[in-house]
Nanobody, 119 residues
Framework: QVQLVESGGGSVQPGGSLRLSCAAS????????MGWYRQAPGKQRELVATLTNSGSTGYVDSVKGRFTISRDNAKITVYLQMNNLKPEDTAVYYC?????????????WGQGTQVTVSS
């Protein structure tokens, strides 16, 4: 059974930094992409950053230049370095791993970690 365990959330002042981690355990194969989503109160979940198996990255416009997604393939861990945090970054952050094995897609999700940016 695949599990994604997130860590690194917390409270920080505007301008501060946090690093989120998401470690996968269990048998997971044919990873297509790894990513981070977030959901603020009263809003829909949005895609924040993605990292494909080929190394391509993508970011929502609001975090470009401030957030960096990376991974450790050996540990099947994905990271999100968040710098110059703003109050509008406050949300629950979820990691996601998308796999495609024998034509069957699967999405795996972490439990979510709270990020609060406030003075």
């Amino acid at each position: 059974q695949v599990q994604l365990v997130e860590s690194g959330g917390g409270s920080v002042q505007p301008g501060g930094s946090l690093r989120l981690s998401c470690a996968a355990s269990g048998s997971i194969f044919s990873i297509v992409s790894m990513g981070w989503y977030r959901q603020a109160p009263g809003k829909q979940r949005e895609l924040v950053a993605t990292l494909t198996n080929s190394g391509s990255t993508g970011y929502v416009d609001s975090v470009k230049g401030r957030f960096t997604i990376s991974r450790d393939n050996a540990k099947i861990t994905v990271y999100l370095q968040m710098n110059n945090l703003k109050p509008e970054d406050t949300a629950v952050y979820y990691c996601n791993i998308f796999t495609l094995r024998v034509g069957a897609p699967s999405n795996y999700w972490g439990q979510g970690t709270q990020v609060t940016v406030s003075s």
